[in-house]
């Protein structure tokens, strides 16, 4: 049962495997350039597996002591978990105790191959699901390991590097542009930041652009709902 | 930062992300529906994240004597290059590269 499930997911996965391990070793590298060790990325990959979130914690360990702040931005940036839980609550159901590692691992991409894919009926759809989120966080967690083992042995000038996350991220807002046909969440999201950005300086503004930026969007909401009525 | 505060931050944001990923499966065991106000912004925030974590990026750039001018190059590289081939690797990778070739012989 459990060798069928394994077959089924494994194509699925594989076109993560090739962008997972590149995102990985560059988070990995990076981690590497900023002078931590190579445990600090193979461990932060296995337990927080929240890429975008362990690039930005990258920032964090390198600004002053501060785990409040950092535990906002997680609830923040990864607020987009809480809508994927409430579209899985029915698909998880009766998965024993693969339960808790669905839910535990449930990245962007294993949640979009889960929510979408229907494996074959004689496949086992609790063990199909297991092993589509294990693949993806092993490629993860071994990107982010080699990256960082890669970064004892090569050496050039890496003056630079860490602008792979703000490109990851210009890259991720293009294609959510694309996908939109209104852009009003992310010109909120850029203008609230921008705003308080300028106005409260890089070491103040993020709690604020995200109370904002909510505000924005339970207004907006209130808004509509009169429209509608 | 001690390696004790590294590890304390690298907690809390395991305990933030574990938070977003069980909290939908703990107030919502069986059959019970979760509040319009949560479904919507979990339908609107990825978006406005992104934008933030754009700007979050490009926090301290924006008040060096550049104002961010090597970043906002490569950003519109990277922007023109993922419009015309659309190939996610690709558009970072060389985004990357033109950054750390300008921050390095340029500025």
């Known amino acids: ?56 914690t990258v920032n964090l360990l390198l600004s002053a002591f501060n785990p409040a702040h950092a535990l906002l931005l997680a609830l923040m940036v990864n607020a987009r978990h809480l809508f994927y839980g409430i579209s899985m609550l029915e698909k998880y159901k009766n998965t024993g105790f693969k339960k808790l590692y669905l839910i535990y691992g449930m990245c962007d991409e294993s949640f979009t191959i889960n929510c979408t894919v229907l494996p074959s009926p004689d496949v086992d759809k609790g063990w199909f699901m297991f092993f589509v989120t294990m693949l993806n966080q092993i490629y993860w967690v071994s990107g982010a390991t080699l990256g960082a083992l890669l970064g004892y042995v090569i050496h050039f000038d890496v003056t630079g590097i860490e602008f792979v996350m703000t490109a990851l991220f210009v890259v991720m807002f293009i294609d959510q542009w694309d996908e939109m046909d209104s852009h009003s969440s992310a010109l909120i999201g850029v203008s609230c930041s921008l705003l308080c950005l300028l106005v409260l300086g890089s070491e103040q503004f993020l709690i604020p652009a995200m109370s904002l930026i909510i505000v924005c969007f339970l207004v907006q909401k209130r808004l509509r709902k009169d429209v509608v009525r | 930062m001690t390696t004790v505060q590294s590890i304390i931050t690298i907690a809390a944001v395991v305990l933030g992300t574990m938070l977003t990923r069980f909290l939908p499966f703990l107030i919502f065991p069986e059959g019970k529906t979760p509040p319009a106000v949560i479904t919507y912004l979990g339908t609107v925030l990825p978006y406005a994240v992104i934008g933030l974590l754009v700007i979050y990026c490009l926090k301290d750039a924006i008040f060096t004597p550049l104002h961010g001018l090597p970043e906002l190059i490569a950003i519109a590289f990277i922007t023109i290059l993922h419009k015309w081939k659309k190939n996610t690797l690709f558009s970072i990778g060389a985004g990357t590269v033109l950054y750390m070739f300008l921050i390095q012989n340029c500025f």
């Open chain 1, 1 to 56: 049962m459990k060798t069928k499930a394994f077959k089924a997911a494994l194509p699925y996965t594989l076109p993560i495997c090739a962008g997972f391990l590149f995102l990985g070793m560059s988070y990995g590298f990076l981690m590497r350039s900023k002078g931590f060790s190579f445990i600090y990325p193979m461990l932060m990959s296995f337990f927080i597996f929240a890429g975008s979130m362990e690039f930005v």
